[in-house]
């Protein structure tokens, strides 16, 4: 499901905003800012993935939001990857401690799965961005 990037450019300002759009008296134009560059570091190894549940929401992953997701990173404590487990794919905290690797939601009610007791498993990536419109 890799999608091809196009370059896009668009104003990119120095000032910061609290709300509405930029002070014209402000002509400080930092660059063009081109959204692929900013969240895809790796083209060739990046993919794109919807979320369809509100398991991650407190991390900041929405049911409905695009996914980033960089295949050529290794997962470290805290980072959120995608990963097939027995044929499924999820979305999940990744926490290593030692040789114990623990695969968890934000939600109380889905209960974390332990590396040791699943036996087909693969990290597909590591999530770099989620993108939900308002």
């Known amino acids: 499901m890799y999608h091809h990037l196009l370059p896009i450019s668009h104003y990119f300002f120095i000032d910061k905003i609290t709300a509405g759009f930029p002070s014209p008296a402000s002509d400080y134009l930092e660059s063009s800012l081109d959204l692929n560059e900013y969240l895809i570091t790796n ?52 926490e290593r401690l ?8 934000d939600s109380p009610y889905i209960e974390p799965i332990y590396l040791s007791t699943v036996f087909d498993f693969t990290i597909w990536g590591v999530v770099k961005a989620a993108i939900h419109t308002l």
Do not use: C, H, Q, W
């Open 98 to 105: 030692g040789k114990k690797i623990t695969l968890s939601t």
């Open 43 to 94: 083209p060739v190894a990046t993919f794109f993935l919807r979320a369809t549940t509100d398991a991650m929401r407190e991390s900041g992953i929405f049911s409905g939001d695009m996914l980033i997701v960089d295949r050529s990173l290794k997962p470290k404590s805290n980072d959120i990857v995608v990963v097939e487990l027995e044929g499924d794919l999820s979305v999940r905290r990744y």
